[in-house]
């Protein structure tokens, strides 16, 4: 049976749920069937699931809360949402979580010690930072984690339950989904994606994106760097871009992902940590087994290195050279394009060069293409991996053209353009297509590093524009103040959610032998302001001084004040940088 066609697991998820908020216990009454059987109940005091028959009676003593809720995603206490639909997958309704609510199941803490409830406490503010959670979607019909070429290949296993076809790596509630499938709620399950989901449509043409964010080594710009000893790397992300057209359906995938060694960066307050490679011996074995791993997903692989040649990024790239030079072969090729030494901050024109580089490639793995009558032509059977430092900024404008490439390729294949046609002669597509692409790069930005991508608007309108380079340079400042002072909370409450992490009570929180002031505190968070401020009204100063050179003077005098406060903060960085974060150890 074709994967793509409409979901058949033998228990459908319930998509609609009343909520009922009893003062014991949760229940969850499924209403899009004309008569349920049982019903979900969850105990407050402790979490333990049933199903049960029958609602309990409401009289004048019990008159829980209802209302309507739309999934239930997992459980660390108890998570639900609401939701807003946003479009379709190969025909399927796709929906955004709107809303994430936590359903506290600890009454029992009230008779627990105080160092618990203490610790409980501290729990708590790392799931309700949850509630913000960006980026996350679902299907009760189709499984996003999956790509258009893998639903196809299901088969058989297309009639299993949603949560049992997902792909673990993009399964983003797979560790609060346990306690459910423990308890064969498989009509509960609702397989949770994050990434983004965009598409543009026009009268000839639609073209959609689809970002798949790796859980494995899930986390925030500064605290998730590199690979881990197993080979899964930071802000690891599947893009696919999927063309529908004259009844036609096409696929191409890219994946991104940090280089992948041993390799941090220690936030430590200053604008751009130096790089430092851990366990180097180790370096080649760990790349050796991501491109394996690459390699038995989607066969063929090119890594795309855009970063310098030259200081700290050179040092790391040159680690990275000599490790693929083990790796190397028939079918994993190495591509090294010093982004910034060739396009510099404008020319990103000249990432022509880099595709010369990697048009064969292209041509011979092609992408995954679908008849008129569901048919598959032809398969995609390598994959281009692109990397930057951060995996954001350089990587998205080259995967932006990757993908505008391929789009071209596909419409001359289907019979929409000629052999001789681009995508920059349909001014309608080709806008809209960069305005996908552009906030496609915003979207996985944010949920990596809390701000916008850089280099926008050139991905957004083909060219670098004064307002796009000192939005760029409001958004390093605010990147500098999240990585310092916001990162490391929304971490931990990363890994808590994947379950990285476990409750150890032997670590506490900062030693009262060495109390920090919160005079202390409250002045470092003034200087990093003045810093902030600073660097960017100066940047504006300069702006401005094309038109009055007073604004010279103007920009000396911010950028002094910012050097002064600058010092500040160094001196009161080693408090706070150096902490050990909260309460956690490794499973």
Not at 355 to 363: A, S
Request: charge should be neutral; charged fraction near 20%.
């Amino acid at each position: 049976m074709d994967g793509t066609e409409k979901g058949n697991s033998d228990k459908k998820l319930y998509a609609r749920m009343r909520l009922w908020e009893f003062a014991d216990k949760y229940i969850f009454e499924p209403i899009d069937n004309a008569i349920a059987d049982s019903y979900l109940s969850i105990s407050r005091a402790d979490g333990s699931m049933a199903l049960i028959g029958e609602l309990p009676q409401c009289g004048q003593m019990q008159s829980p809360k209802v209302r309507l809720v739309f999934g239930v995603i997992g459980m660390l206490r108890l998570i639900a949402g609401n939701r807003e639909c946003v479009g379709t997958y190969l025909g399927h309704p796709i929906y955004k979580v709107s809303t994430l609510e936590i359903l506290p199941c600890n009454m029992s803490v009230d008779s627990s010690s105080v160092e618990q409830k203490k610790m409980e406490a501290e729990f708590s503010t790392l799931l309700y930072a949850a509630e913000k959670t960006h980026g996350l979607y679902f299907s009760y019909e189709v499984n996003l984690t999956l790509c258009a070429q893998r639903l196809h290949e299901l088969g058989g296993e297309s009639k299993l339950p949603l949560w049992r076809q997902a792909d673990p790596r993009f399964l983003w509630n797979g560790y609060m989904l346990e306690a459910l499938i423990d308890n064969n709620l498989d009509p509960y399950l609702l397989p949770v994606m994050q990434g983004n989901i965009l598409s543009l449509g026009t009268n000839i043409i639609d073209v959609s994106l689809i970002a798949r964010r790796c859980t494995r080594r899930t986390g925030t710009r500064m605290w998730r760097r590199g690979a881990d000893l197993e080979g899964y790397v930071a802000n690891f992300v599947e893009t696919e871009q999927i063309l529908q057209a004259n009844g036609f359906t096409a696929s191409f995938l890219q994946v991104r992902g940090s280089i992948p060694l041993l390799w941090e960066q220690i936030v430590d307050l200053t604008y751009k940590p130096p790089f430092q490679i851990v366990q180097p011996d180790e370096g080649p074995r760990v790349a050796r087994r991501h491109f394996m791993d690459l390699v038995k997903r989607y066969n063929s692989v090119i890594a795309v290195n855009l970063v310098n040649k030259h200081g700290g990024e050179g040092r790391l790239s040159e680690r990275f050279a000599q490790a693929m030079e083990t790796i190397s072969n028939d079918i994993i090729r190495y591509v090294h394009f010093d982004f910034h030494a060739i396009c510099g901050h404008i020319h990103f024109e000249r990432l022509s060069l880099l595709y010369d580089q990697i048009e064969d490639f292209l041509k011979k793995n092609s992408y995954f293409l679908l008849d008129v009558d569901g048919e598959k032509v032809q398969e995609q059977s390598g994959v281009v991996r692109t990397n930057c430092i951060d995996c954001l900024d350089r990587t998205n404008v080259t995967q932006s053209m990757i993908g505008g490439k391929m789009l071209e390729s596909q419409l001359k294949q289907i019979g929409i353009f000629g052999d001789a046609d681009a995508l920059s002669a349909y001014s309608v597509i080709d806008t809209c297509f960069k305005k996908m692409w552009a906030n496609h790069g915003d979207d996985i930005s944010i949920q990596y590093s809390g701000t916008s991508a850089l280099k926008g608007d050139f991905v957004r309108f083909g060219k670098r524009t004064i307002e796009g380079i000192v939005k760029d340079g409001i958004n390093s400042l605010v990147r500098y103040y999240l990585n310092n002072f916001a990162d490391g909370i929304k971490q931990d409450s990363t890994d808590l959610l994947q379950g990285h992490y476990i409750l150890s009570t032997s670590r506490g929180l900062a030693s009262p032998s060495q109390p920090v002031g919160l005079g202390a505190f409250a002045s470092m968070r003034v200087a990093s302001g003045v810093v902030l401020a600073g660097v960017m009204f100066a940047m504006l100063s300069v702006r401005q001084a094309q038109y009055d050179r007073r604004h010279l003077l103007y920009a000396l005098f911010w950028v002094s004040l910012s050097i002064g406060a600058a010092s500040v903060v160094k001196a009161y960085g080693r408090m706070f940088t150096n902490k050990p974060r909260l309460f956690i150890s490794r499973h």
